[in-house]
């Protein structure tokens, strides 16, 4: 019986740890916030970027809004979509300025052509 019982508590604690570790990431707090593209996108319009604290965001063009999750890692913001994309997206100017990489490959920076700059909006803005 108490055989048993170290070995659910042992269970139980290795558990508690994982759990622990895995909430430890890179803080989102300092890139949470809106953005607003620099230039509209594909002819149409400017993109609103929504971040938002709990690691929720959205995504939206022309009146359209796709719903995203997002976390930060290795300095870097990734949103992963309901759909299976992934877009990478580096900060710069202390979160002011977000560059997404849209061609649909990992590059360490925007490529020319496939990047959407993103400028943060002033709480608000």
Not at 36 to 60: C, M, Y
Not at 97 to 117: F, I, K
Request: glycine letters at 14%; aromatic letters at 10%; hydrophobic letters at 40%.
């Amino acid at each position: 019986m108490k055989k048993d019982f170290l070995k659910l508590a042992a269970v139980l604690g290795l558990i508690l740890v994982w759990l622990i570790l895995g909430g430890c990431g890179e803080s989102r707090s300092d890139f949470a916030g809106k953005y607003r593209s620099v230039e509209p996108f594909a002819g149409k319009s400017h993109i609103d970027l929504d971040l938002r604290d709990n690691g929720k965001g959205s995504w939206t063009l022309a009146g359209k809004a796709v719903e995203f999750t997002w976390m930060v890692n290795d300095g870097r913001i990734w949103i992963y979509t309901k759909t299976g994309a992934i877009l990478i997206v580096t900060p710069s100017e202390g979160g002011k300025m977000l560059s997404a990489d849209m061609s649909g490959d990992w590059h360490p920076g925007c490529p020319p052509g496939s990047c959407v700059l993103f400028r943060r909006v002033p709480e608000g803005g």
